[in-house]
């Protein structure tokens, strides 16, 4: 796909603006310091993108300060002490020194351990964590699918888990291929379900438009509160970068 980049400087905001064979101009704000980004048609002139982030000003600048107070979980250095979360839970991480193969258990209700070699650095034991916790939320997609798919009439031919920096899910509609972020294994489960819904509703109607909507109403009346509590929790410490 022809794909064209270039960087607009509106009202003092930074805008990256990408060009691609697309119908309509979409514009959004991303975590975590309120990115704006304009996904344009080949054809829309700058003018056009700048008027279009004019429109939306209000409401970009509430989506900064939005993300500016959401507040975010300090560097995780993988030391005992340490809090983790998993499916909205916290827990406080307890380090034991393994001579075997690494694992992550959740030994209480408020105690997660890692079991790992002593010389194991920050970056060994987060892949050791980052495993674990792909495992924990594959483990819980199926029973979603299991009930939603028949509720809202559709068929994923595939889903998967991977870590993303900008959506919590995607949906490609011509694939029928749903991706889930990697974080929500750390968020609450009305979260993940919220997520799943969301993208599954996009079999049916790929826009965020009335029919949308009216889909997301019908079948999970609240979804709004679900996603509120999503974007209020904490984000994980990253160094973001798309």
């Known amino acids: ?18 060009r691609k064979a697309i119908k309509n101009l979409h514009l959004g704000v991303y975590p975590p310091a309120g990115r704006v980004r304009v996904a ?5 002139s700058d003018e056009a993108v700048r008027l279009a982030v004019i429109s939306k000003l209000g409401w970009i600048k509430r989506q900064q300060v939005r993300f500016a107070a959401q507040p975010r979980l300090s560097p995780r250095e993988l030391v005992s002490g340490e809090s983790h979360y998993v499916f909205g839970r916290r827990y406080r991480m307890r380090v034991l020194p393994h001579a075997g193969r690494a694992n992550v258990r959740l030994r209480t209700s408020s105690r997660i351990e890692l079991h790992i070699r002593p010389e194991a650095t920050a ?4 892949r050791v964590l980052q495993v674990w916790y792909r495992a924990q939320l594959k ?3 199926p029973a979603l699918l299991e009930k939603w798919q028949p509720i809202l009439g559709v068929q994923a031919a595939d889903w998967g888990v991977r870590k993303m920096k900008t959506r919590w899910g995607t949906c490609n509609v011509e694939a029928r291929r749903i991706w889930l972020n990697l974080e929500l294994a750390q968020k ?3 979260c993940l379900e919220y997520i799943l ?9 790929r826009k965020h438009n009335d ?16 996603r509120e509590k999503l974007n209020t929790m904490p984000l994980a410490h990253e160094h973001w970068s798309y």
């Open 123 to 126: 970056v060994q034991k987060n």
């Open 197 to 205: 819904v969301h993208e599954l509703a996009h079999l049916i109607e």
């Open 188 to 190: 609450s489960p009305q």
């Open 1 to 18: 796909m022809n794909t064209e980049h270039r960087s607009l400087v509106v009202a003092g905001l930074a805008v990256a603006v990408e």
């Open 139 to 141: 483990a819980r997609i």
């Open 40 to 44: 344009a048609p080949l054809a829309v």
């Open 211 to 226: 029919r949308f909507v009216a889909l997301m109403n019908q079948h999970l009346p609240q979804w709004r509160l679900r």
